[in-house]
């Protein structure tokens, strides 16, 4: 039976990511230590104790996500089956695409790095998850709140959860959420408008380190947030890790690809369960498991050996 590893984005951090793992395979020590290197921030602390104040910065949390979720791969990767793809929601693509041989951990920690701090220095914005609405509506609901400034869909999370991103039309757009069809209008506690023209600077920024990264073949496809399509040769990774800053997650898509194409067990790689409740949503026939501990290690690596 077929499947794919996925890895969750920015908002799934939390103290003590991590730190049962480190504390069970000593060795993975030496991640966090390079990590803590080549970013020049304490990010193991802050893995392993906090504060979660300084955790959640997005200048943080994004290397200290990537980590996490990169030993868990490591273990699962020298221990279980190989999946057919690998996927990530925004942030954690660049996991994804670490995973599937496109770049080494050494090399892409820097970027993600930096993603972060261009991230965090862009203009102030706010996100929203949009519930029960159809993606028709939310359209609709965006091209409402449009005349009180930037707002755009952001995140396509599953049929009836969308994610706006935008300035203070996100605040009208709550606010009106209720008159387009939507169930619950939930602010988010991001610090910025991620996947929204408010990124176009940061985009633009980091374009000129990605194009010098030293990209390779990637051996296991990813499966990419801007076309919702496997891609594995470097020029594309170029193109669409850039892209995917002002471009909306199309996480719906990517599920979608990889069910169409045999994989019926999706296994979540790091903190949270998140991406594992977004499949079931969108396959509910799918068989999910979650990794993030070593108990949740060995149950995974149990049921996916009797498959």
């Not at 471009?247 to 994989?263: E, I, K």
């Amino acid at each position: 039976m077929a499947l794919a590893f996925l890895f969750s984005g920015q908002g799934v951090q939390r103290v003590g990511m991590g730190k049962s793992l480190v504390k069970a395979f000593p060795e993975l020590r030496d991640f966090y230590a390079l990590a803590d290197k080549l970013t020049g921030r304490p990010i193991s602390k802050l893995c392993f104790d906090g504060p979660e104040d300084e955790l959640t910065l997005t200048i943080n949390a994004q290397p200290a996500i990537f980590t996490t979720c990169f030993v868990t791969w490591v273990l699962v990767s020298e221990r279980g089956p190989k999946p057919k793809f690998v996927a990530g929601h925004s942030l954690g693509e660049w996991t994804a695409v670490t995973a599937g041989g496109a770049l080494e951990f050494e090399e892409a920690l820097p970027l993600v790095a930096l993603r972060g701090e261009l991230m965090h220095q862009a203009p102030q914005g706010s996100m929203a998850a949009i519930l029960g609405a159809s993606w028709e509506q939310v359209e609709k609901l965006c091209d409402a709140a449009r005349e009180k400034g930037v707002i755009t869909i952001a995140n396509y999370n599953a049929p009836d959860q969308i994610v706006i991103s935008g300035e203070v039309a996100v605040e009208y757009a709550i606010q009106i959420a209720r008159q387009f069809g939507a169930v619950k209008a939930v602010p988010l506690k991001v610090s910025g408008a991620f996947h929204s023209p408010l990124m176009a600077e940061a985009k633009e920024r980091f374009q000129a380190y990605v194009e010098r990264a030293p990209f390779k073949e990637a051996e296991t496809p990813v499966v990419a947030n801007v076309t919702g399509q496997p891609v594995q040769q470097p020029d594309d990774f170029k193109r669409l890790l850039v892209e995917q800053l002002t471009s909306p997650v199309r996480w719906v898509d990517c599920v979608r690809t990889m069910h169409a194409n045999g994989v019926m067990v999706f296994v979540e790689l790091g903190p949270g369960r998140v991406l594992s409740g977004l499949v079931r949503r969108i396959v509910p026939d799918a068989i999910t498991f979650c990794v993030e501990d070593p108990k949740s290690l060995e149950e995974t690596l149990n049921a996916l050996e009797g498959m």
